[in-house]
């Protein structure tokens, strides 16, 4: 818990209730359905608290955005953000069954009123959203193919527009450049001091 306060100290008491609760709960379901290796759970306000929060270094989501987290795994960056930003609404997104389980009990277990979890694949979601979310889910050029008709219009952050906001490690330009789309591309080195940031980068694109 201590690193996420060295960077975010002004949570509030139930948002460091809800975020210590985090590591006990993961441990338990673990040891049922491995969403998390072993040897990241041992850091694991590092890089999966933490590493999800890192969006929130550079956007913010306002009351009532609508957030869906495609590729969800184990909760993330869906359930972080999801405390963090208490009055946007998430929807963390997973074909695989028995992770869905494990992140819906987690929700359940923390009280988050404003996300919830579904087994589905992205293209087939309904509703629209003002920001999709992910975390190494895949190359972002098959990954805009899948949720290019899941958003709002308009924008809820002003300047900026409604996009993808993905979590991406290493040498990306290749990546980038087969995309062929406007992207902004923010260093999270720049951010936390943590060896495990070095190569970690948040994306954006946006879609409207």
Request: aromatic share 12%.
């Amino acid at each position: 818990m201590d690193i996420l306060l060295k960077y975010f100290p002004d949570l509030t008491d139930h948002q460091k209730e809800q975020f210590a609760m985090l590591e006990p709960l993961y441990r338990e379901w673990n040891d049922r359905v491995n969403v998390i290796s072993r040897k990241d759970l041992d850091n694991f306000y590092e890089r999966h608290v933490l590493h999800s929060l890192g969006i929130a270094r550079f956007y913010q989501f306002p009351d009532g955005c609508k957030v869906m987290d495609v590729g969800t795994g184990g909760g993330f960056p869906g359930i972080p953000l999801a405390i963090l930003f208490p009055e946007a609404d998430f929807l963390l997104v997973d074909s695989i069954r028995k992770k869905i389980k494990v992140v819906d009990e987690i929700i359940t277990e923390l009280g988050l009123t404003n996300a919830n979890a579904i087994q589905e694949r992205a293209e087939n979601v309904k509703g629209r959203f003002h920001f999709v979310v992910s975390r190494a889910v895949t190359r972002l050029s098959p990954f805009i193919g899948w949720v290019r008709n899941s958003f709002e219009k308009g924008a809820v952050i002003a300047d900026t527009p409604n996009g993808i906001l993905c979590l991406k490690g290493g040498d990306l330009q290749e990546e980038l450049d087969e995309a062929e789309r406007f992207y902004l591309l923010h260093h999270l080195d720049a951010e936390f001091e943590e060896e495990f940031f070095e190569t970690k980068k948040v994306v954006y694109v946006p879609m409207t």
